[in-house]
Every structure is written in structure tokens, then in C-alpha cells.
């Protein structure tokens, strides 16, 4: 492997409490995208708290995952329609194993799966917490 094909970790990018997804090894399971069918929120849950700690807020582009640790950006493809937004993980759920992500109905208008309710989408993380395991 070339020395230009390594990715330079600046002295404060290693101290950083985010990993890229591209420079990580130790997280291989998180880093991999995902696929399966997607949901979102009701809006029912709006104000109420998340696994975070926070509250939901149905206008933010929060999701929840099982697998993925809190505090993760992930980029979520609809794979119906080629429709993309970018999601923080802050919840866990779904509560139907069927179902690998809830989204916001924020997130869902712009995945364009509100009227179906659910959609198959793949999941890339971006920027995973350094520690995190969720």
C-alpha cells in the first residue's frame, strides 16, 4: 500500500470523540452499511425521551437503531427510489425485529416513505463516537 493511499490522521483528529467511518478499524461491525426495511415515529412521541436522554423532536433528523451506537451519522438510501438524508442516531427501536431503523417523519418525508410507511433502505454510517457501543 502506497504512503498517498493512507489517510493522514491529523494529532487532533486522533483525539477527536468521533471517528470518520473511513478511518476507523476497531468499530468493523458499525462501519458496515446496513440493509433492511425502514419505519418512522409517530408522531405521538414527539416531546417524549429518547435513549439519549433528549426529547424527540418530529421535525429533526433523529433515528434509532439497534446496532449502531448512539451519537452516530449515518446516511439512509431508499432504495425504492434513490431518495438520501443524513440521520443521528439517538434511540433505540425499532421495536419490530423485521425493521432495522425508525426516522423521524422529518427524515421520512424527505425518504419519501410516508404514504408506504416503510421502504427497504441501506444504511452507511459516517462518523461513529470513538467508545461508542451504544
Same mark, same amino acid.
Given at each position: 500500500?502506497?504512503?498517498?493511499?493512507? &489517510?493522514?490522521?491529523?494529532?487532533?483528529?486522533?483525539?477527536?470523540? #468521533?471517528?470518520?467511518?473511513?478511518?476507523? !478499524? %476497531?468499530?468493523?461491525?458499525?462501519?458496515?452499511?446496513? /440493509?433492511?426495511?425502514?419505519?418512522?415515529?409517530?408522531?405521538?412521541?414527539? %416531546?417524549?425521551?429518547?435513549?439519549? %436522554? !433528549?426529547?424527540?423532536?418530529?421535525?429533526?433528523?433523529?433515528?434509532?437503531?439497534?446496532?449502531? &451506537?448512539?451519537?452516530?451519522?449515518?446516511? #439512509?438510501?431508499?432504495?425504492?427510489?434513490?431518495?438520501?438524508?443524513? #440521520?443521528?442516531?439517538?434511540?433505540?427501536?425499532?421495536?419490530?425485529?423485521?425493521?432495522?431503523?425508525? #426516522?423521524?417523519?422529518?427524515?421520512?418525508? /424527505?425518504?419519501?416513505?410516508?404514504? !408506504?410507511?416503510?421502504?427497504?433502505?441501506?444504511?452507511?454510517?459516517?462518523?461513529? &463516537?470513538?467508545?461508542?457501543?451504544?
Amino acid at each position: 500500500m502506497s504512503v498517498l493511499a493512507t &489517510p493522514a490522521i491529523t494529532k487532533e483528529a486522533r483525539h477527536s470523540p #468521533v471517528v470518520r467511518a473511513q478511518q476507523s !478499524q %476497531g468499530h468493523s461491525q458499525h462501519l458496515r452499511p446496513q /440493509r433492511g426495511r425502514a419505519s418512522f415515529y409517530s408522531t405521538r412521541f414527539h %416531546g417524549r425521551r429518547m435513549a439519549n %436522554g !433528549q426529547r424527540f423532536n418530529r421535525h429533526s433528523n433523529a433515528a434509532a437503531s439497534r446496532t449502531l &451506537p448512539l451519537g452516530t451519522r449515518a446516511r #439512509v438510501k431508499n432504495l425504492e427510489n434513490g431518495r438520501t438524508a443524513v #440521520v443521528v442516531i439517538q434511540d433505540r427501536g425499532p421495536r419490530l425485529r423485521s425493521r432495522v431503523l425508525d #426516522v423521524s417523519p422529518q427524515v421520512a418525508t /424527505r425518504l419519501g416513505i410516508r404514504e !408506504q410507511g416503510t421502504a427497504m433502505v441501506e444504511i452507511t454510517p459516517l462518523e461513529v &463516537p470513538r467508545g461508542g457501543r451504544g
